[in-house]
């Protein structure tokens, strides 16, 4: 499972139509996060698009962690490491 969510956020390939969609939904995330950025005033619905992105990028981020030893290729325990190391 762990392997089949790296492949889902890094980079699509030919053919893996659901990390090209994950890679459309990020983009789409990244220009809705830049939205509420162009306007001085902040309302309701800015604040609500600025929260939900937020959440979005944290778990892309939490998943990138949560995968990082396949791309580095350290080893399964790669997450345990670092949290240790923020740890110490």
Known sequence: MRRRI???IEVSEDGDSL???YDIFMMMCIIASLVPLAFKEQNGVFNVM?????????GD?????FTADYKLGKGK?????????LWL
Not at 77 to 85: A, E, G, M, R, S
């Open 6 to 8: 790296y492949k889902i």
């Open 19 to 21: 990390s090209k969609a």
């Open 50 to 58: 600025d929260w939900i992105t937020t959440i979005i990028f944290v």
């Open 61 to 65: 981020y939490m998943l990138r962690l």
């Open 77 to 85: 325990f790669l997450i345990l490491n670092i949290h240790l190391q």
